[in-house]
Every structure is written in C-alpha cells, then in structure tokens.
C-alpha cells in the first residue's frame, strides 16, 4: 500500500506535472528551432510573441464569456484561441515585412538579428502590459478537474490522491496533435517540402526554383501559431502574466539547444528534459520518500535539492553543460 501511495504522489506531483509543463515547452522551442532552422537566428521577440497571441486570446475569451458562450466543462479560452492565432500571425507578418525583411536583404549577420529582436522584444512587452496591465490575469473557465484528489482517494482507498487537471489534459493532447499536424506538413506537404530544403541548402534550393518570401512567410505563421497555442497553454495552466513569458525564454531556449537548435525532434525532446529536469530538482521528495523508507530512516527535511524560486537557474545550468560537452545538442542540430 505503501508504495502504490508513493507511486500516486510521484505521478502527482513529478510526472503529470513534468509531462504538461514538457508539453508547453516543446511547442515554445519548436517555434525557436524553426526560426533558427529556416531564418538562421535566434529569434529573443518569441516569449513575447506567446505574451501577445495568449493575450489576444484572454481578451477575445472575456468577450465571449460576456455573451454567455462556453464549451462547457472545457475552457472558453479554446474556442478564443483562433482568434489569438489570427493576431499572432498578422502581427509576426507585419514586423518580418517591417523590420525583418529589410536585415535579410542587407544580408545582415544573424548577430545583428538578434539585437534586432531583442529590440522588438521590449517593444511587444510594452504593448501587452499597455493593453491588458503587467498583473496576473485568470481566464479559465469550466471544469477545474478531469479527475480529483478526493474522488481518487474515494474510489482507491489510497490516502494519497491523485489529481489530474483539465488544463492539464488539454495541454498533453493539444501538444500531442499539434506535433503531429507539424510534422505531417513539413513531411508531406510541398510547402513543408520547400521549408526543409531551405533549411538544408538555401543556395540550391532557390536554384531548384523555390521562393525565398513564401517559405519565410509560411514559416512566421506556423511560429505565431506554435507561440500562440503554447502561451495559451500555459496562461491556461497558471495565470497570465506579460513578464512571465519572457521568463519563459531562458527555459525555452535551452530545450532548443538541448535537444540540437535547428531540430524539431530535439526540440521536442529538449522541452521534456528541462520540464522534467526543473520539477525534479526543485520538488520535495520527502512525501515520497516516507512512504518508501523504514521509520527509522525517515528523512528529517524536505529533501528538496533547489528551492521552486531558482527553478530557472536549473535551465541555466543543463544549458551550459549542453553547451561545453556537446553543442549541437543530444539530436545534433545546427550549431551555432
């Protein structure tokens, strides 16, 4: 009994956890390796992008609450999420049209991009605060839980509970779907075709007669749409916060680089070993471990390796490792 509690608490409290958070992140480093693969930099504005798109989506959601639509036991915030795509979009079209595109006919070096959105960075900052304040904001509406502690423990007899969150469920499918829709139209499709064989050789593929602007152009909507669905996900999972999302880059960059910048199987993979790296590492193993050990040898204090406000620096520190043994990363991206 024991440890099927222990088992319960450890899906409750690391993987579930571990897996959405994992999930959000994948979507932010695919977005990252995209850029990077296709528009050779690194891309510092994508955090808050996610600020913007999410906030879009909270803003088209509150009017859609005002209306009295829902979807019942499932988020408002998904039938808003559209909307939040279309603005994503229009605006990463617009600043590539604006800003972008004139360093990519100087043939600018990617440092300079990088500064470049850096800038654009604090001015999309500015402009989520301006519109919706810097305070946390809580938009989700429905059903709070697939299943609940209690109704866990009432129908398994166990004491510990195990608690599995809509949000949390939504995120893990969504990512699951997005993913493959991805992959199915960078395999499949002519256009995704072209956005690969950009990547590979940009000389030969323009001599094979590809367009230089339309692979640009689909790849920023494909980037405002991962952004936008994962600053959703998680404004859904926590609250939505503007500085929070630019927070976020420093985990999101290094599970691109983790798993090899330039790949999306890496990035992928990148988001579940930091997601998985930074719950570990800041949780309070002592609950688990009460239930696996003798009395005798029950552990006095938390037994939690990091406190949760230095989770980040877990990212900073898997990220220099990566960097200093191998720095095209576990799926040997692009390196830079």
Excluded: C
């Amino acid at each position: 009994m024991d440890l099927l509690n222990a088992i319960v608490a450890f899906l409750n409290y690391v993987f579930v956890p571990g897996v959405a958070y994992g999930s959000q992140l994948a979507l932010g480093a695919l977005g990252v390796t995209l850029v990077y693969g296709i528009l050779r930099f690194s891309n510092f504005a994508h955090g808050d992008t996610m600020a913007l798109g999410a906030m879009a989506t909270v803003l088209v959601t509150w009017l859609f609450q005002s209306w009295g639509l829902s979807l019942g036991p499932l988020p408002t915030a998904l039938l808003a999420l559209p909307f939040g795509i279309g603005f994503a979009i229009l605006l990463l079209l617009f600043t590539d049209r604006t800003v972008y595109k004139f360093y990519r006919e100087k043939k600018a070096k990617p440092v300079i991009l990088v500064i470049v959105s850096l800038g654009i960075t604090f001015i999309y900052n500015g402009v989520t605060r301006f519109i919706i304040g810097a305070d946390d904001q809580n938009f989700f509406d429905g059903q709070r839980f697939i299943i609940s502690a209690r109704e866990f423990k009432k129908a398994t007899g166990l004491s510990e509970g195990l608690s599995f969150k809509t949000t949390q469920g939504i995120t893990i499918i969504t990512a699951i779907i997005v993913v493959a829709l991805l992959f199915w139209f960078l395999n499949r499709t002519r256009a995704g075709k072209s956005m690969r064989a950009y990547s590979d050789n940009e000389d030969l593929a323009l001599l094979s007669g590809i367009n230089p602007e339309r692979v640009v152009m689909i790849t920023w909507m494909i980037v405002a749409t991962l952004a936008t669905i994962a600053g959703v996900l998680y404004g859904l999972d926590k609250s939505f916060k503007p500085f929070t999302y630019f927070q976020l880059l420093l985990p999101i960059f290094a599970a691109a680089i983790v798993g090899g910048l330039g790949n999306p199987i890496g990035a992928i993979a990148g988001g579940f070993v930091i997601a998985f790296s930074e719950v570990t590492i800041t949780y309070a193993w002592k609950k688990i471990l009460v239930y696996l050990m003798p009395d005798s040898l029950e552990p006095s204090g938390l037994v939690q390796l990091m406190s949760t406000d230095y989770k980040f620096a877990v990212s900073f520190v898997i990220l220099l490792i990566v960097l200093l043994i191998k720095p095209t990363g576990l799926f040997k991206g692009q390196s830079t």
